[in-house]
């Protein structure tokens, strides 16, 4: 059985940081793009970044710069770090695996991490 397990949310100052951990078990984790998505009160869930096996990279327009998405096959961990952060990046935060070439209606998702930027 598969599980996504995400922790490392909490309140945050604007500008700070706060570094994101999903911790995977039940898969074959390296073989698996990593992501996380966030979806804020009133809007949909959107990517915020992603990254492949073979830690290629993607981030969204808004993080970029902001954000660094990583991984440790042999932890079966995904992380994001997040520095200067913004009021606008308050959402709760969803780890998401995704074997590549299969549907995306297959994906496993964490149960979510609130991440609240406010002074």
């Known amino acids: 059985q598969v599980q996504l397990v995400e922790s490392g949310g909490g309140l945050v100052q604007p500008g700070g940081s706060l570094r994101l951990s999903c911790a995977a078990s039940?898969?074959?984790?390296?073989?698996?793009?990593m992501g996380w998505y966030r979806q804020a009160p009133g809007k949909q869930r959107e990517l915020v970044a992603t990254?492949?096996?073979?830690?290629?990279?993607n981030y969204a327009d808004s993080v970029k710069g902001r954000f660094t998405i990583s991984r440790d096959n042999a932890k079966n961990t995904a992380y994001l770090q997040m520095d200067s952060l913004k009021p606008e990046d308050t959402a709760d935060y969803y780890c998401?695996?995704?074997?590549?070439?299969?549907?995306?209606?297959?994906?496993?998702w964490g149960q979510g991490t609130q991440v609240t930027v406010s002074s």
């Open positions: 998401n695996a995704h074997f590549p070439g299969t549907d995306y209606k297959y994906d496993y």
């Open positions: 039940g898969m074959t984790f390296m073989l698996y793009t």
């Open positions: 990254i492949r096996g073979g830690a290629s990279t």
